[in-house]
T-cell receptor, first 109, second 114 residues
Framework: DAKTTQPNSMESNEEEPVHLPCNHSTISGTDYIHWYRQLPSQGPEYVIHGLTSNVNNRMASLAIAEDRKSSTLILHRATLRDAAVYYCILLGNNNDMRFGAGTRLTVKP | KAGVTQTPRYLIKTRGQQVTLSCSPISGHRSVSWYQQTPGQGLQFLFEYFSETQRNKGNFPGRFSGRQFSNSRSEMNVSTLELGDSALYLC?????????????FGPGTRLTVT
C-alpha cells in the first residue's frame, strides 16, 4: 500500500491559516487522498478528500500537487477546536484505510 | 441527521469469551466499515460491507467476523478473545462503498480483555 509522510507536530496561532503537508511519492493513479482528524477519546472525523483537482469544503481546502506526489491541507482560520491529530491517507480500490502517526496540531490562543 | 451510533460504548471481557459489537449507520448510508485502533498499531481496517455483502477485508484472523442487515445496520463478532484484542473498535458509514466516498465514524466501542 502507498504510504504517506507527515510532520509529527505543528503549531499555529488562533485565527491564522495552517498548512499541513503530506508527501505520498508512491501514490498510484487510482488512489484518493483523504484527510481525517481525531481528538482524544473520539472517533475520527472526516475533513476532506480529492483525486487530482484542488477541493474546498466548509472545513478546509485540499491542494494537490500536479504530479500528485504531495498534498496540503489548508485550514483557513485555525480555531482552538481545530487542535487534533490530522491524518493524511491514500485509499485504493480495496478501501483499506490505515492511519499512520499523523500530525499533531496545536493551536495557541 | 443522527450520526453513527455504536453499542455498547465500553465492554470488559475475559480471555476466551466472544463479543458482539453493533453499529447503526447514518440514515441513508448503505456502506459500513469496521476498524480496530490501538496505540501501537494505529487504525487498521477490518472489513467493509455493502448490501449485506462483505466487499473488502483487512488482514485479521478468522476470529473476527461481521455481517450487515437489510436495514444497513452492522455487527462484528470476535470469538475466543485474546489480550491483544483490547482496542477501540470503530465503525464508519458512507453513502456507498469505495474509496471515492467520505466515511463518517462513530464514537467507538472500547473493548478491554482481561
Amino acid at each position: 500500500d502507498a504510504k504517506t509522510t507527515q510532520p509529527n507536530s505543528m503549531e499555529s496561532n488562533e485565527e491564522e491559516p495552517v498548512h499541513l503537508p503530506c508527501n505520498h511519492s508512491t501514490i498510484s493513479g487510482t488512489d484518493y487522498i483523504h484527510w481525517y482528524r481525531q481528538l482524544p477519546s473520539q472517533g475520527p472525523e472526516y475533513v476532506i478528500h480529492g483525486l487530482t483537482s484542488n477541493v474546498n469544503n466548509r472545513m478546509a481546502s485540499l491542494a494537490i500537487a500536479e504530479d500528485r506526489k504531495s498534498s496540503t491541507l489548508i485550514l483557513h482560520r485555525a480555531t482552538l477546536r481545530d487542535a487534533a491529530v490530522y491524518y493524511c491517507i491514500l485509499l485504493g480500490n480495496n478501501n483499506d484505510m490505515r492511519f499512520g502517526a499523523g500530525t499533531r496540531l496545536t493551536v495557541k490562543p | 441527521k443522527a450520526g453513527v451510533t455504536q453499542t455498547p460504548r465500553y465492554l470488559i471481557k475475559t480471555r476466551g469469551q466472544q463479543v458482539t459489537l453493533s453499529c447503526s449507520p447514518i440514515s441513508g448510508h448503505r456502506s459500513v466499515s469496521w476498524y480496530q485502533q490501538t496505540p501501537g498499531q494505529g487504525l487498521q481496517f477490518l472489513f467493509e460491507y455493502f448490501s449485506e455483502t462483505q466487499r473488502n477485508k483487512g488482514n485479521f484472523p478468522g476470529r473476527f467476523s461481521g455481517r450487515q442487515f437489510s436495514n444497513s445496520r452492522s455487527e462484528m463478532n470476535v470469538s475466543t478473545l485474546e489480550l491483544g484484542d483490547s482496542a477501540l473498535y470503530l465503525c464508519a458509514s458512507s453513502p456507498f462503498p469505495g474509496h471515492s466516498y467520505e466515511q463518517y465514524f462513530g464514537p467507538g466501542t472500547r473493548l478491554t480483555v482481561t
